[in-house]
């Protein structure tokens, strides 16, 4: 077992300092649900402060008290832009975390206007973990009684309010959704790296599920199981959930940092690193208009990493974030992405497909080729494809390329099989003996066309050597493959209608 599994656990274990049991899975909502009226019962005041945030403040925020409409217009309430309401997760130290600011302030800073709380239920969220679980039920109550207030006093509709919960605050948003009475709905709810323990398997009602809103989306980057056990929920809560790098580790977040900040505090960090990167995900959709995040639906990562997950036809991909298209579907969708380690987070994906016609089948090749890709932007040197299995007779394989540059339009792509050609001093001497011999009878692997789809602008492309007399490919040489023939006719058609 590596030492990296083990952290979810671990933390786990540490955190709530008692064996989890599934006892929770028998209750009921209505039980659950009765539970969290009796605890509001015996409160005066609400747990929860809804806090209006204002740009470059950080303290002191003006406070609106429910069923006091005054302190809307203290706090500047603005009734014609949309509502934001931000819910943190489970606790640690009683504090609100900077990842708040930086998400409200994002949020000041996008070109739409909205108003923007922070909903702060620190009392009820620094406490045992699985009491701050049966917590989450109570502050959904509360939210959901706000914007019924805020639906009777100020005739502010739901549909306008959009609910973003990052961990425990997700199912938070999730049973505000689904208390607020009458039959309408939130308008839209974001479910950042939902809290998996005791959630992973519920119900639909007793979790963050998509009845809770008009639109629900979620994104998970910290679903690595565990006995059973993840930090993030593994399971699709959502009309769309988005798995970044396959949902379980991201990068930037890795062993490395671990043994760099050893013990507790290194554990800690190296969760909150993947577990909030779902947060800086979606602040960087906010911040960095020109460069959204495109996600493919794919059955697994697996099956993503060969590249063939990359259609947007029927509503495929979706952008991750806070631009995503609102389109509902009567199934929920896994969409796939890989990121880069810090923002803007945007890749280019690609998928690759080559054909390989191996000369001498009986022997196995276990080659790594390496591809410069030439652009009408940029150039990207070093891009290495090592075929899994090595290559044994003739076979397509498919895989998938990212870049973290926009290279615009693919022109050109240099193959080049790496490594020492063992075998040229021998073929020397064999012709030197048989001159009837010829370099072209010399066995290789014969490479006549890539083909290539981009993800991002659902392009598909074909290329050809080249030198169409000479498409082996022997170890240490490098080979050019540009657009294919008719491709270049049909794009210079193209070029002279338009
Ligand atoms: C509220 O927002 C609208 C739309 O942006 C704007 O026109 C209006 O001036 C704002 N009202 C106040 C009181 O700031
Ligand atoms: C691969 O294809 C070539 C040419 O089409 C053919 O001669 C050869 O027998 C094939 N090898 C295998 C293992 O199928």
Redesign the pocket.
């Known amino acids: 077992m590596g030492r990296i599994q083990l952290l979810p656990f671990l933390l786990i274990l540490l955190l709530t300092e008692q064996t989890l049991t599934q006892k929770g899975k028998q209750k009921c909502k209505e039980e659950e649900h009765a539970l969290a009226i009796r605890i509001k019962k015996h409160q005066n005041t609400p747990e929860t402060k809804f806090k209006f945030y204002e740009e470059g403040r950080d303290e002191d925020l003006c406070q609106i008290q429910i069923f006091q409409p005054e302190t809307l217009e203290k706090c500047s309430f603005n009734e014609s832009l949309p509502l934001v309401v931000i819910i943190h997760g489970w606790s640690v130290d009683g504090m609100l975390e900077s990842w708040i600011w930086k998400m409200a302030a994002a949020f000041k800073l996008h070109k739409s206007q909205f108003n923007v709380v922070i909903a702060d239920w620190l009392t009820f969220a620094h406490v045992h973990y699985p009491i701050a679980v049966q917590n989450t039920r109570v502050i959904g109550l509360e939210i959901a009684e706000f914007l019924e207030w805020l639906e009777s006093s100020i005739q502010f509709p739901r549909s306008n309010v959009h609910l973003i919960g990052y961990s425990l605050g997700a199912h938070v948003s999730g049973f505000a959704g689904s208390y607020i009475s009458g039959s309408n709905k939130i308008g839209r709810i974001t479910g950042l790296d939902p809290a998996g323990p005791l959630f992973e398997g519920m119900s639909s009602t007793d979790r963050l599920s998509p009845d809770d809103a008009n639109f629900v989306d979620a994104i998970h980057t910290f679903t690595q199981q565990h006995m059973g056990l993840s930090v993030g929920i593994n399971q699709p809560v959502a009309h769309y959930d988005f798995y970044p790098n396959g949902g379980h580790f991201q990068p930037g977040c890795h062993i490395k940092n671990l043994i760099a900040n050893i013990g507790f505090h290194g554990i800690k960090e190296t969760v909150k690193c993947a577990h909030e990167r779902s947060v800086h995900l979606f602040i960087d959709s906010l911040l960095n208009d020109d460069k959204q995040s495109m996600a493919y639906w794919c059955k697994d990562i697996n099956t993503f990493d060969k590249g063939v997950c990359l259609s947007c036809r029927k509503n495929r991909c979706n952008t991750l974030g806070y631009n995503i298209k609102k389109k509902r579907l009567k199934r929920a969708r896994k969409l796939f992405l890989k990121t880069r380690s810090h923002m803007p987070y945007k890749v280019y994906h690609y998928q690759f497909k080559i054909h390989f016609?191996?000369?001498t089948?009986d022997i196995q090749l276990d080659p790594t080729f390496t591809l410069t890709l030439i652009g009408t932007k940029e150039d990207v040197e070093n891009v290495l494809f090592t075929p899994d299995d090595g290559i044994?007779?003739?076979k397509t394989y498919s895989f998938l390329i990212t870049l973290d540059t926009d290279i615009g339009e693919l022109m050109m792509i240099k193959f080049k099989w790496e490594g020492i050609d063992v075998w040229a001093n021998i073929w020397d001497t064999v012709q030197t003996i048989m001159p009837w011999t010829s370099e072209a009878d010399r066995p290789g692997l014969?490479l006549n066309t890539i083909r290539v789809k981009a993800g991002e602008t659902q392009e598909q492309m074909t290329f050809c050597s080249e030198n169409v007399d000479n498409i082996k490919l022997l170890p240490a040489q490098e080979k050019t493959y540009v657009r294919c023939r008719n491709n270049a006719k049909k794009q210079a058609r193209k070029a002279r209608t338009s």
């Open positions: 016609i191996h000369q089948k044994k007779g003739n014969l």
